[in-house]
């Protein structure tokens, strides 16, 4: 009897934490709705079979009552044999609800309930992990929107350098552009002004030739009438006048090729200027 209340007491324990393990899980995955079924299943399961245990138990242990209770009230006999047969019987009644077959029945079920509770905590701790990898995807989710968020920025900005890097090539560019274009009116007026220069220079020098030319023709008749003892005022005069003439012209060369000289110097004289300023 005492083998018997132990063994229901350890399985009532038993289906006690099952069901409190079940119940604890299938509140903790309410979220999940196929874990929920699974679970309340199970649970079910565990309910089913803890009924049968329970009925297993109570029947056994009323038969045993029964038996104990019919042999306990027949009427004692002189008999000697009778008694022990009786004592016989209850010693096998005894050993019928002692039989091992079925306490390893009834252990192996509690075995079994067993399992489906480990089973049970497995599942939840699967469920745990999966909805915690679930937060973990979303957080990675939400970090890589930052990140590519991030990227567009870094992008846009590149971008932006790139036309900024661009608009100022442009405008280089466009100084440089005016820079040449001043450079290139400066030589055409250079060139204008050489031109006439040397216009000027040319004319000086036919002038000067033209001079020379009637300075040896005077010095020639000069001469010509000196060796024939005549003395000649008027060629006298003439050679005096183109003498002098021959010095005009050559004083308006050497003007007019140091105006030349200076019309070089001028444009360099100003970009010396330029970049002296510049660098100031």
Same mark, same amino acid.
């Not at 890589?144 to 846009?156: C, Q």
């Not at 220079?201 to 009438?225: G, P, S, T, V, Y």
């Not at 005069?237 to 060369?253: G, K, V």
């Not at 105006?259 to 004289?269: D, N």
């Given at each position: ?23 604890? !899980? /299938? ?5 999940? +709705?196929? #874990?929920? %079924? $699974?679970?309340?299943? @199970?649970? =079910?399961? &565990?309910? *089913? ?67 489906? !509770? /480990? ?5 939840? +701790?699967? #469920?745990? %992990? $999966?909805?915690?990898? @679930?937060? =973990?995807? &979303?957080? *990675? ?79 020639? %008749? ?59």
């Amino acid at each position: 009897m005492s083998q018997i209340e132990e063994l229901q007491s350890r399985i009532t324990a038993a289906m006690d934490r099952i069901g409190a393990g079940v119940e604890t !899980l /299938v509140d903790q995955m309410g979220s999940n +709705a196929d #874990a929920d %079924a $699974a679970l309340q299943s @199970a649970l =079910e399961e &565990e309910k *089913l079979a803890n009924a049968q245990l329970e009925e297993r138990l109570k029947s056994i242990k009323a038969k045993h009552a029964a038996e104990l209770e019919a042999a306990q009230s027949a009427e004692p006999v002189a008999d000697g044999p009778d008694v022990d047969a009786l004592q016989a019987e209850l010693d096998g009644l005894k050993a019928q609800v002692a039989d091992t077959s079925e306490i390893d029945g009834l252990k192996a079920e509690l075995a079994e309930a067993t399992a489906k !509770l /480990v089973a049970a905590e497995a599942a939840k +701790a699967e #469920a745990n %992990a $999966a909805a915690a990898d @679930a937060g =973990e995807v &979303e957080s *990675l989710r939400a970090e890589l929107e930052e990140l590519r968020a991030k990227a567009d920025n870094t992008e846009e900005v590149d971008g932006l350098n790139i036309e900024i890097t661009a608009l100022k090539a442009e405008l280089a560019n466009s100084e440089r552009l005016d820079e040449l274009k001043s450079e290139l009116n400066m030589l055409r007026a250079e060139r204008v002004s050489q031109a006439d220069v040397t216009t000027q220079l040319d004319k000086d020098l036919q002038r000067l030739r033209k001079a020379n030319d009637l300075l040896r023709e005077a010095n020639a %008749a000069l001469r010509e009438a000196n060796e024939a003892g005549v003395g000649e005022p008027s060629l006298i005069n003439q050679a005096m006048l183109a003498e002098l003439e021959a010095l005009r012209a050559s004083r308006a060369t050497d003007a007019a090729e140091a105006k030349a000289i200076l019309s070089r110097l001028e444009p360099l004289l100003a970009q010396a200027d330029l970049a002296e300023g510049e660098d100031e």
